[in-house]
């Protein structure tokens, strides 16, 4: 049983195109987050939400907008790609909001190439 | 600007010996702190969080916190090949903030 997963693992577009990104959790967390990991695998947390509310979002470009059905998805849809976008994208959840001992469990990642 | 630093490495240590790995961060108001190790093209996992000053045992692996020092250790005892991987510290403020990871190396 997969506890967070992805689609696609794998994304290569164009400049200029439209794409999404989906993630689902079966683990029953309330949270769930995008994170950003580039080329020097710094991990950087994108957006967060909680129970279907947006908590945290980070300085990001508004071509990315998150989108939360319910609690457990959090899709991520990009505008007019750029090239500075190529990343590994992570969905993520957790039981709680930056508690104490809120682990966060990550999905597979998606690899993101924009030509 | 809340930050959390590591040497970026890469760390060789011989298979067997202790890996000490190292992460700094910048606001003493911190909750809690994660180790995640993380393979070459896989996702980050958890190996273990402390929010205690101390030492916690699990296993091979011992975090060790400091918070006058604001420093927070993780200790491989018997290192193996299969440890080489990235190791990412994580900070949690008001949100969590993972540090750039550094890669270790076991030789066998």
């Known amino acids: 049983d997969t506890a967070v997963s992805q689609t696609p693992k794998y994304l290569v577009t164009q400049m200029g195109n439209d794409k999404s990104i989906k993630c689902e959790q079966n683990?029953?967390?309330?949270?769930m987050y995008w994170y950003k990991q580039d080329s020097k695998k710094f991990l950087k947390i994108m957006f967060s939400y909680n129970n279907k509310e947006l908590i945290i979002n980070e300085t990001v470009p508004n071509r990315f907008s998150p989108k939360s059905p319910d609690k457990a998805h959090l899709n991520l849809h990009i505008n007019s790609l750029e090239l500075g976008d190529s990343a590994v994208y992570f969905c993520a959840s957790s039981q709680g909001l930056a508690g104490p001992t809120d682990t966060q469990y990550f999905g597979p990642g998606t690899r993101l190439t924009v030509l | 600007q809340k930050e959390v630093e590591q040497n970026s490495g890469p760390l060789s240590v011989p298979e067997g010996a202790i890996a000490s790995l190292n992460c700094t961060y910048s606001d003493r108001g911190s909750q809690s702190f994660f180790w995640y190790r993380q393979y070459s093209g896989k996702s980050p996992e958890l190996i273990m969080f402390i929010y205690s000053n101390g030492d916690k045992e699990d296993g091979r692996f011992t975090a060790q916190l400091n918070k006058a020092s604001q420093y927070v250790s993780l200790l491989i005892r018997d290192s193996q090949p299969s440890d080489s991987a990235t190791y990412l510290c994580a900070v949690i403020w008001d949100k969590i903030i993972f540090g750039k990871g550094t890669r270790l190396h076991i030789l066998p």
């Open positions: 683990l029953g967390h309330d949270t």
